[in-house]
């Protein structure tokens, strides 16, 4: 819970281009960014996650938990 709600505290702002860029990779920031209306007058501040991008990291992120939960559950069964 900690990595999905206090981790993008830590990573937002526009103030370092490295966080900023480690920020865009968490779901939450992905799913923003996909979510905005593109005509509004919404800015995504200085170094904005692309659409592409976001797409990736959500598809990331579930493949990521899906390997993690098959390991688990593996090693639990033995």
């Known amino acids: 819970m900690g990595l999905l709600f206090v981790v993008p505290l830590l990573f937002g ?3 370092y281009k490295l966080l900023r860029q480690i920020g865009n990779c968490l779901p939450l920031v992905a799913e923003g960014r996909l979510t905005v209306n593109p005509n509004s007058f919404t800015t995504m501040g200085k170094y904005p996650p692309s659409i592409t991008g976001s797409w990736i990291v959500l598809g ?3 493949l990521v ?14």
């Open 13 to 15: 702002g526009d103030r």
């Open 60 to 62: 990331a992120w579930a």
């Open 65 to 78: 938990s899906v390997v993690v939960a098959v390991v688990v559950v593996r090693r639990r069964d033995v």
